[in-house]
């Protein structure tokens, strides 16, 4: 009876404790669900490594008392710039055997917000998307109009050849061929979400207790020419707001634009008072995870509390406290190094 009872009390401890926000946080990213086909095993210390780049360039700026949106901007172009992340360099390809982009990135102090969609030239997406909120009236730029503008603002443009990787056009013509055999093809769900996976984000909490987030993606494989996804809509796969969290998703995009999945998660803390575990579950378990579909969040409140949610089998990610320690996983191993 007695180690029934202690067994129980365990079990509820590591419950509590396995649902509670981690505290202290200053910087937190994610790579996008993953499973262990995508990442098999010789893979993960590649991973954790990417990861790890990722943590130093943001921890950097917040280090030297920079800001969160330029913390948010480092650890997301280091992402972009690792063929490893559905990214920048590691884009996917589109039904035309194209690479199509899209970021967003929001500063929680002013609510201000920046985005691009469909980019094909930009080395560094997050850095356009970051232009458009700074230097126009606009929130969101799109194709060829986004490329030019950032051509303009002076920002690194490569030709769409660099975004060849041979692991995604791999990917892509193996999705391509599942996807003859699917009858359910039109379905957002039955997009094969084991080839599209690694999309990247970041948010981070700064001296003067800002908040921002950052997501960046080539979306999912075989998408239509044209097709957007969440993560450069603000609400749906970016939010900040120093009232409440910051927020980058990642998933099949369509579902997070129609619930408003980061928008919702910081109404949650707003409005019912939620902590931000309870928030991200809410969206991540109980509302996408029922419907079968794939996601995953990381969401940093004002105090420095993180929550990561997510429904697939892993979720690369990683996150500093404020003493310089990194923490990162690929699934739930965790690696721990220092930054200092
Ligand atoms: N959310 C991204 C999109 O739908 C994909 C992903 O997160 O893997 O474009």
Not at 254 to 275: D, H, P, T, V
Not at 307 to 330: I, K, M
Request: aromatic letters at 8%.
């Amino acid at each position: 009876m007695k180690s029934l009872i202690l067994l129980i009390l365990g079990l509820l401890s590591f419950s509590i404790f396995a649902h509670s926000p981690i505290p202290n946080v200053i910087l937190a990213i994610h790579g996008g669900t993953a499973d262990t086909e995508e990442i098999p095993k010789n893979l993960e210390p590649e991973v954790i490594d990417g990861l790890f780049e990722s943590l130093k360039a943001g921890y950097a700026v917040l280090k030297t008392k920079g800001s969160s949106l330029d913390a948010v901007e480092a650890a997301v172009k280091s992402l972009e710039d690792n063929p490893l992340f559905n990214a920048g360099k590691g884009a996917v390809f589109t039904s035309q055997g194209k690479n199509e982009m899209d970021a967003s990135i929001m500063e929680g102090s002013t609510k201000k917000a920046g985005a691009v969609a469909s980019v094909t030239q930009i080395k560094n997406p997050i850095s356009a998307a970051r232009a458009v909120m700074e230097k126009t009236r606009h929130v969101l730029l799109v194709g060829d109009g986004a490329d030019q503008f950032a051509k303009a603002q002076g920002l690194k443009i490569v030709s769409p050849k660099y975004f060849y990787t041979d692991r995604r056009w791999k990917e892509w013509q193996k999705s391509k061929a599942k996807q003859n055999r699917s009858s359910q093809n039109s379905s957002p769900t039955a997009w094969n979400r084991h080839f599209s996976l690694g999309t990247v984000g970041s948010v981070a909490l700064d001296i003067k207790n800002g908040l921002a987030a950052a997501t960046s993606t080539g979306g999912l494989t075989d998408k239509m020419h044209g097709r957007v996804g969440d993560s450069p809509i603000i609400g749906a796969g970016t939010f900040a707001d120093n009232e409440t969290a910051a927020i980058s998703c990642t998933g099949v995009g369509e579902y997070f634009i129609r619930y408003g999945i980061a928008r919702e998660i910081s109404s949650l803390i707003k409005y019912k008072q939620l902590n931000v575990v309870q928030a991200a579950d809410t969206l991540i378990q109980n509302t996408l995870k029922p419907q079968n579909v794939e996601g995953g969040t990381i969401v940093l409140d004002p105090k420095g509390y993180l929550a990561f949610s997510y429904n697939a089998e892993g979720l690369p990610r990683g996150y500093v406290t404020q003493d310089g320690t990194a923490h990162l996983f690929v699934f739930d191993k965790e690696v721990v190094r220092l930054l200092k």
